[in-house]
């Protein structure tokens, strides 16, 4: 008799895990190919007052490859089903904590890039939003010494919010 109980009980979790499904796209994007077929991403020009030269070409480079990496877009240069420009609007440190000697004790380094999006075949979700990525660094440590790594990891993250902005639909 237990043994009956057994077998239809794994027969009844087999016919509830069967039936049941789920389905993911592991690459984050919820793209429409037999619609979309290409994607342009323009160089995004930096019109900050505060100025690191890298961080422009780290930038661009980085978007492309978060899209070329994520998703069969084709990048083209000009007419792209998708569309993405803009400019690096600022970059810029702040103090974000003082030590009980009434010294900056950390300081909060931040990268803002202004996008506008268009979808030729779906012009509902255009949109022009701007997106800000931020790092913390002591400030025991020179900017110099750090910089690369922080603006690293900023071209990192406001690469992904612009990919999940415009493709993911999140």
Not at 64 to 77: S, W
Not at 85 to 96: A, D, H, L, S, T
């Amino acid at each position: 008799m237990k043994i009956q109980i057994i077998k239809y009980s794994l027969l009844a979790l087999l016919v509830i895990l069967t039936s049941c499904s789920v389905s993911y796209k592991f690459n984050g994007s919820n793209i429409d190919y037999n619609k979309v077929k290409t994607i342009q991403i323009a160089e995004f020009p930096i019109r900050s007052a505060y100025v690191w030269g890298p961080m422009g070409p780290m930038f661009n480079n980085e978007l492309k490859d978060e899209f070329a990496n994520h998703t069969r877009l084709i990048q083209v240069k000009r007419n792209g089903d998708l569309k993405i420009e803009g400019e690096i609007v600022r970059y810029e440190q702040r103090n974000k904590s003082v030590s009980s000697e009434g010294y900056s004790a950390q300081t909060e380094l931040s990268m803002t890039v202004n996008v506008r999006f268009t979808n030729n075949t779906n012009h509902k979700e255009d949109f022009e939003q701007q997106f800000t990525a931020t790092s913390v660094y002591e400030t025991t440590q020179s900017l110099n010494s750090v910089q690369e790594q922080l603006v690293t990891e900023m071209v990192k993250s406001l690469s992904e919010q612009i990919f999940n902005a415009t493709v993911a639909n999140w």
